[in-house]
């Protein structure tokens, strides 16, 4: 490397003869880590997710450089990551950038008080086991007893070929078949993309809080007297006394101070690690019909599988991530995937920008299809059963009441 060279140059792109190989060999992993800071700059506070108890995820971590233990903050989960690589696929999906089997149910036609519009294998949590294919139908029949989900039932690691045909996300981010009809012995995939997000150096001090006020323009005042009409409207009283009254403030009305915990944190730095599990991956089988051994369709298989997870990954990552609200990070370098391919040996290092992986998942895909192994084309449509928008319709009319009740 000369001077004034950085790794990032020195790296060349990913191509799918690289890909190949590294499935071929006993290459372990590609790793992608990457510094990252708020986008307001160093020092600015971010704003970590809360769990039961409205609490943040704090641990302490051994670091590299710090001979104390570092106090830890979870700034975006691995189940998490998963589904922002997933919506950067359904965007680029819609978008006509990449080709993929997907499975959707439509609930245009559902009359329900708030529109839910269409969901898609690549948006559910459960991926092609989630319950709410499970319980749409297609072509008339319960969509895992419809003749085109047949095969999908029998999917294991060592016939994953349906899967990928069908829904190959679940076999990069994982998959666990308990609604189906087999019901908790049903076929486990884990993951073989993982990546999370941790602050480093956090600083979690009790005294850190969420102090201001909620300024009404109007000012309304909270001395004045009002009470709820049985349809949710409101009217004004003069008898402060009657029943039932309520301040203006019960209806989102009057300045309102506030004061909470969970106010952010400051950390030193967040770093995002990214991993993609060949051997995850060589775990898998693809026969072809009558499940017959193919050597040529396993490697090609897994090799469109892994550049799948890395398209996902660069078209998710690239340019930063918007967490959340008040949580936007910025890295401090591009990404550059490392090849875990020798112990006790240097990494080879790979650039795959948005372009790159997205040709690079068209040409494993192309590769595969060489060996028998297809994705499936068209879109597969399914609508949501009776009960399922019944269930939709109950629940949004009981938010709604609970919505009113708790102004």
Not at 86 to 110: C, K, R, T, Y
Request: hydrophobic fraction near 40%; proline fraction near 6%; charge should be neutral.
């Amino acid at each position: 490397m000369t001077a004034g060279t950085t790794a990032v140059d020195s790296a060349r792109i990913l191509t799918l003869s690289d890909l190949q190989a590294a499935v071929s060999s006993g290459a372990a992993a590609f790793r992608c880590r990457r510094r990252l800071q708020p986008g307001g700059g160093e020092g600015d506070k971010v704003f970590p997710p809360t769990f039961m108890g409205a609490v943040y995820a704090v641990e302490q971590r051994k670091v590299p450089g710090h001979e104390q233990p570092v106090t830890c903050v979870l700034l975006d989960s691995v189940q998490s990551q998963a589904n922002r690589m997933e919506q950067a696929l359904q965007e680029a999906l819609d978008a006509g950038e990449v080709a993929l089997p997907i499975v959707e149910v439509d609930f245009s036609e559902a009359e329900l008080l708030e529109p839910v519009g269409k969901l898609t294998s690549l948006q559910v949590p459960h991926r092609l086991a989630d319950a709410i294919l499970r319980d749409s139908e297609h072509g008339g029949k319960p969509f895992r007893e419809s003749e085109i989900a047949r095969s999908l039932n029998q999917a294991t690691s060592l016939n994953a070929t349906p899967l990928y045909r069908f829904c190959p996300t679940a076999l990069v981010f994982g998959m666990w078949d308990s609604t189906g009809p087999k019901g908790g012995l049903g076929a486990k995939f884990e993951r073989a993309m993982v990546s999370e997000v941790t602050g480093f150096e956090a600083s979690l001090a009790d005294f850190h809080r969420n102090r201001g006020v909620r300024r009404d323009p109007l000012e309304a005042s909270k001395s004045v007297s009002i009470v709820k009409n049985e349809n949710g409207s409101w009217r004004v009283v003069d008898d402060p006394k009657m029943k039932g009254v309520i301040p203006p403030s019960k209806v989102n009305h009057g300045s309102v101070p506030f004061d909470v915990a969970n106010a952010g944190v400051t950390i030193g730095y967040a770093e995002q690690v990214t991993t993609l599990s060949l051997i995850c991956l060589r775990r898998l089988r693809f026969p072809g019909d009558g499940l017959k051994a193919d050597l040529a369709a396993d490697v090609a298989g897994r090799t469109a599988l892994a550049a799948l997870g890395l398209c996902a990954a660069t078209l998710a990552f690239e340019a930063g991530m918007g967490l959340r609200s008040r949580c936007l990070l910025w890295p401090d370098s591009p990404m550059q995937w490392e090849l875990l391919a020798t112990p006790g040996k240097p990494p080879e290092s790979f650039t795959l920008d948005s372009a790159a992986a997205r040709k690079l998942l068209a040409d494993a895909v192309s590769a595969a299809e060489q060996t028998g192994l297809v994705w499936q084309k068209e879109r597969i449509m399914l609508k949501p059963s009776e009960e399922l928008i019944k269930l939709v319709r109950l629940s949004q009319e009981q938010a709604v009441k609970q919505g009113g009740e708790g102004e």
